[in-house]
């Protein structure tokens, strides 16, 4: 018997976290949808959060690429220059009409979408960091063929990492059905809507 009142504490206590658990969950889906119903007229995506406008910071780099062969020296400060940044760093930058928006949708973005999008955009940044080095040494070297077929090559890479992390922002995530996303969402909002009720209640 004198265990009894221990137990019911534990019981007592797991319940309190199950509960505070489901208010920050709750919460955080509240705000989800909230920010949702403020991306209307904007370029960010309802469901995703996100916005291909950040994929500007690397699609200036990659025309530029497409240009240094026939202009090596004219370009090639351009291209040492550049310099990665980070989601929040490109908006906060940016003269992005919506930008204070586009960083607070980002860090509520849904939490799979935003794994598979920060994935796709260090693929992107290892790429291009590694081409733009390469580039840098042909153009110190003065191999105008040697660059020519570097950039020919390294482009298409660059493009087709871009429209990978651009599918990602518009919801379709990598190995993974459209239709699985479709149905993962209402189950998610009406979850949502249950668990306020009860613990609000």
Request: proline fraction near 4%.
């Amino acid at each position: 018997m004198s265990k009894s009142p221990a137990k019911l504490r534990v019981v007592s206590s797991n319940d309190h976290l199950t509960a505070r658990d489901k208010l920050a969950n709750a919460f955080k889906n509240s705000m989800t949808e909230h920010l949702r119903a403020h991306t209307k007229g904007t370029n960010v995506n309802p469901e995703t959060l996100l916005t291909t406008d950040y994929l500007n910071h690397f699609n200036e780099i990659i025309m530029l690429l497409e240009l240094v062969p026939s202009a090596p020296v004219q370009f090639a400060s351009e291209l040492a220059e550049w310099q990665h940044e980070s989601y929040e760093e490109h908006f906060t930058h940016s003269g992005f009409r919506d930008k204070e928006l586009a960083i607070v949708c980002y860090h509520n973005a849904p939490e799979d979408i935003r794994h598979a999008f920060d994935s796709s955009i260090a693929d992107l940044e290892q790429e291009m960091i590694l081409l733009l080095q390469q580039v840098q040494d042909k153009i110190n070297t003065g191999d105008t063929e040697g660059l020519t077929r570097l950039c020919d090559e390294g482009v298409p890479r660059l493009q087709d990492l871009v429209q990978i992390s651009a599918g990602i922002v518009n919801g379709a995530l990598p190995n993974m059905p459209e239709a699985a996303n479709q149905n993962d969402a209402p189950a998610g909002a009406s979850a949502t809507q249950s668990d306020v009720d009860a613990l609000f209640d």
